[in-house]
């Protein structure tokens, strides 16, 4: 499974566990490895974490972070940032080369990324469109929406297309 070891989810100072325990899920099930950057807004032995993961987080690959630096320090590739400020939308990009380490990177619930680091990649401030009635989608799903993009680019390597407990033929049985 070494191949999707290129698709990294970074969470900057994520608050909420619930999103990150749902981030967590959705990364077991993906092969995603997740980067999680400190402060974060709970502990990981957090019952809410433990909840909305259910029982797959154990499956979650995850490293932490000091901070934004200490990240930088540790990882290359191609990085996206996601903003409410991008001005690109997420189906923009071409992450289809697979021998690249794509990182898709999200910010806080409160208030995302810093002005900052954004700065820097002005060129990679991507936003997820939505209508004039919200500021931006629930965090969780933003991240199932950029990392599923990034896997049908690349054509779900290594993922299942089958249910994996009842059998293909379910339905149909």
């Known amino acids: 499974m070494g191949l999707l070891k290129m698709i990294n989810i970074v969470l900057f100072e994520p608050e909420i566990p619930q999103n990150t325990g749902n981030i967590m899920r959705t ?18 032995s ?13 499956n979650c690959d995850y490293t932490l972070y000091d901070d934004f630096d200490d990240f930088l320090a540790k990882n290359e590739g191609e990085f996206y940032f996601f903003t409410r400020y991008g001005k690109k939308p997420h189906s923009s990009f071409d992450y289809s ?5 794509i ?31 919200i500021r931006a989608l629930n965090l969780s799903n933003c991240v199932a929406l950029a990392l599923y993009e990034v896997l049908r680019q690349q054509d779900y390597p290594n993922l299942s297309r089958t249910e994996p407990f009842k059998g293909e033929d379910y339905l149909t049985s």
């Open 97 to 101: 080369d697979k021998s690249k380490n």
């Open 27 to 44: 990364c077991a099930g993906t092969y995603a490895h997740l980067h999680l950057i400190r402060p974060l807004g709970f502990a990981l």
């Open 46 to 58: 957090d019952k809410a974490i433990k909840r909305s993961g259910v029982n797959y987080i154990e």
């Open 103 to 133: 990182y898709l990177i999200f910010g806080k619930e409160s208030t995302g990324i810093p002005k900052e680091i954004l700065a820097k990649y002005l060129d990679r401030c991507v936003r997820i469109p939505t209508n004039d009635k």
